[in-house]
């Protein structure tokens, strides 16, 4: 039973990770019906702004050191992704799907092949820096939650609350889920669509820089190409909760997490990615739209 | 705006105009991402020669290399570029090899085998090299191997281990030691040193080299009265560890074998350390990088991993290497440059010692190697050119690999 409950806290905050990156692939394709395949570039950015703000601003102690660089990286990080939605993808708005997503891919592999040349990060890894002391927070019948997964999970669940309130509550989540509803229509209506279109890059990019960071916090080693699996990962977790929808995301990031721990513990640790993709394969083949695919109508 | 707006005749125009625009953007980033994945370096360019492999293969020895100069674990193949070129820096110093000066012709394939086939592919039938040198990771040497095997040039791997590199095959050679060996030392030294009889075993299960090596070690072990009491597996590139590490704790071993990669192992110290397990982790010559103490921290201080070498070792050739390699790059030396050192100096004495640029004759050469003395051991070969050479276990206390023992085949 011990182990048990150590997997369920391990999945958990694998699972919200995974959760945080899949919210910037669901809401932009809720917006545009475009993968963003370079959101899990803009994942790995976000943890190299990290790593390069923390050896910039020493001056900073250690607990508003983390709040500083994680809002500075999700700041630069927004930025990246307006840049890439106006040069990559803002052109293309009016042709067809398809070249919208190649040109996505072409954007992943730029940014992966760039970033590995040595004049920018260089293709080794990297050691993200401790800005958060790690220790055992409580132990409860040999079940261990270190501080590190306490703030991963608490962070993510936080952003996710945010995320939540700002689509749902405001002005401009309105505004958002009118063009994701019907583009055209909202134009109509008065709704700037490329403004809209370009805030939703931003906030999903910040989504992503905060995984980054996270990820460097419990993960210390970073690369230029640590974005594909988890990417890819997160992709799933989209497409399990219904890739369009809010709460899909992060239902999916956390199924995810959670069944790749229980495979390990429970089965055999060679099938972890097979499970993982396996679901992908079900899911797409018994329930295209995913989890909240239907029962929800709106999409964000 | 979605796409799911109508097409009409008023779109159409728009749509069209932005076809060629996504299309070349595609296209551009293509040639970028293939312009990065390409390096040529002359070790030494001497003027007035021709560039193209045909030309000067009148004046020139063609070394051709394959080495991961950027992927996931690109200190290796930094590490063997740097010793192959600091070998053939000296030996061109000292008046090249009959008479003639060496030049490397280096292509990184990106840590991916696909990129290794096609690197040596390149090397072999474009620049028409006379040796083949690479990889030091045995997934890629193993994509490498058939090219050289069919197109008849020798290949020399500085670093593979794994037995199925050289395993049937005329052209492929090896300047470092074995995994069966291998696996045993580690086996033997957990047995008879450390006194281990209960250990548990974490695998990259992607990774041929570490697969084959948790396997001699498991049988090693076994066969002398030890117990593995878990046997749990991981692929390159995964940063979560904790739920086979969990499974590992349940086990209570006495310490856990990981014959991964440096990139990994680092990770997976810090997340043993995490779960509150203190028992000595253990592997092989993966782990030999200075990124491994970056990552690893202070969770891996009193590990053990096998090696080719230790910079220790007080022999008057190996420190001497190492005196030339720090001045010429600023660091010491891992195994894998000693290798790639030691795989460039092998094949220039094997074309020195048959006289002749014939590749059929090299292969010659390099099958009879006997005593040659590398920085990393004497090296003979034996049938199935495999050198056998004694290994070193190596323990880790303040962030570097301090020498413990060595082992003789």
């Known amino acids: 039973m011990t182990e048990f409950f150590q997997h369920l806290v391990n999945g958990l905050s694998l699972g919200s990770v995974y959760a945080l990156i899949a919210l910037g692939y669901t809401m932009v394709y809720g917006v545009l019906q475009l993968i963003n395949f370079a959101h899990a570039e803009v994942f790995m950015l976000g943890a190299f702004s990290g790593y390069y703000l923390a050896s910039w601003l020493p001056a900073f102690q250690r607990g508003p050191r983390f709040l500083v660089v994680l809002s500075l990286s999700m700041a630069i990080c927004a930025g990246i992704g307006v840049v890439i939605e106006r040069f990559a993808y803002r052109p293309l708005r009016n042709s067809p799907r398809l070249n919208a997503l190649i040109t996505a891919m072409g954007v992943s592999m730029l940014i992966q092949a760039i970033g590995q040349l040595p004049f920018f990060m260089g293709p080794s890894p990297r050691f993200f820096p401790p800005l958060l002391p790690n220790r055992s927070l409580l132990s409860v019948a040999g079940v261990g939650v270190t501080t590190l997964q306490a703030v991963t999970l608490g962070s993510a ?20 889920r009118a063009v994701s509803f019907d583009g055209r229509t909202a134009g109509l209506m008065g709704i700037d669509a490329n403004r809209v ?48 929808n809010i709460r899909g995301a992060m239902v999916g990031g956390m199924t995810i997490g959670l069944v790749e721990a229980m495979a390990v513990g429970y089965g055999s640790s060679s099938y972890r990615d097979a499970v993982a993709f396996g679901i992908l394969i079900l899911v797409l083949v018994f329930k295209p739209s995913g989890i909240f695919g239907k029962a929800v109508v709106e999409k964000v | ?80 570029s740097r010793g192959i070129a600091l070998a053939v820096k000296e030996i061109n110093e000292a008046g090249g090899v009959l008479g003639r000066p060496i030049r490397v012709i280096t292509y990184d394939n990106q840590g991916k085998p696909t990129e290794s086939a096609a690197a040596a592919h390149r090397l072999v039938v474009r620049d028409r090299v006379h040796v083949l040198l690479g990889e030091v990771a045995s997934s890629r040497s193993l994509a490498m191997a058939p090219i050289a095997e069919e197109h008849g040039v020798p290949m020399i791997s500085p670093a593979s281990t794994n037995p199925r590199v050289t395993e049937g095959r005329q052209w492929v050679f090896r300047t470092c030691f074995i995994d069966p060996f291998q696996g045993r030392v580690m086996a033997r030294f957990a047995r008879e040193e450390l006194g281990l009889t209960r250990v548990a075993v974490l695998r990259d299960v992607r990774n041929d080299y570490s697969v084959g090596l948790a396997n001699f070690f498991v049988d090693a072990f076994t066969e002398l009265g030890g117990t593995v009491v878990s046997d749990q597996s991981y692929s390159a590139g995964d940063i979560d560890f904790r739920s086979q590490l969990t499974e590992i704790r349940a086990k209570n071993p006495e310490a856990i074998y990981v014959p991964g990669y440096y990139t990994d192992v680092g990770l997976i110290a810090r997340q043993v350390r995490e779960l509150g397990m203190n028992v000595p ?21 009193g590990s053990f991993f096998s090696n080719h070498y230790s910079f220790e070792n007080p022999d008057p050739i190996v420190q001497g290497f190492i005196a030339r390699y720090r001045e010429a790059y600023g660091e010491v030396p891992d195994a894998l440059a000693a290798l790639g050192y030691d795989a460039a100096r092998l ?28 920085v990393t051991g004497t090296i003979t070969m034996d049938d199935h050119h495999n050198p056998v050479k004694p290994a070193v276990v190596l323990k880790i206390r303040n962030r570097a690999a301090t020498f413990a023992r060595t082992i003789e085949p």
């Open chain 1, 157 to 176: 669940v936080l952003l996710m609350i945010g995320l939540h309130r700002l689509v749902f509550h405001t002005r401009f989540g309105a505004a958002m």
């Open chain 2, 281 to 301: 982790l253990m592997g092989g010559d993966g782990w030999d990088s200075s990124k491994l103490y970056e990552i690893g921290g202070d969770a891996l201080e």
């Open chain 2, 347 to 374: 094949a220039a004495d094997a074309i020195a010692r048959v006289g002749s640029l014939e590749r059929a004759a090299i292969r010659y050469a390099l099958a009879t190697t006997r005593e040659f003395r590398g």
């Open chain 2, 1 to 80: 705006m979605t796409c799911r707006q109508s097409r009409g005749p008023l779109d159409r125009g728009v749509g069209r105009s932005a076809i060629p625009r996504g299309a070349s953007l595609v296209l551009l980033c293509a040639v970028v991402a293939l312009a990065g994945c390409e390096r040529k370096s002359g070790a030494r360019s001497a003027p007035g020669l021709g560039t193209g492999g045909g030309s000067s293969e009148a004046t020139e020895i063609l070394f051709g290399e394959v080495a991961s100069l950027t992927g996931p674990e690109a200190t290796f193949g930094q590490s063997q």
């Open chain 1, 197 to 244: 279109i370009a805030l939703t890059f931003m906030v999903g990019s910040a989504l992503a820089a905060a995984a980054g960071i996270l990820v460097g916090l419990s993960y210390p080693r970073i690369e230029p190409t640590m974005g594909v699996l988890l990417g890819l990962k997160a992709f799933v977790a989209a497409v399990l909760g219904g890739i369009g």
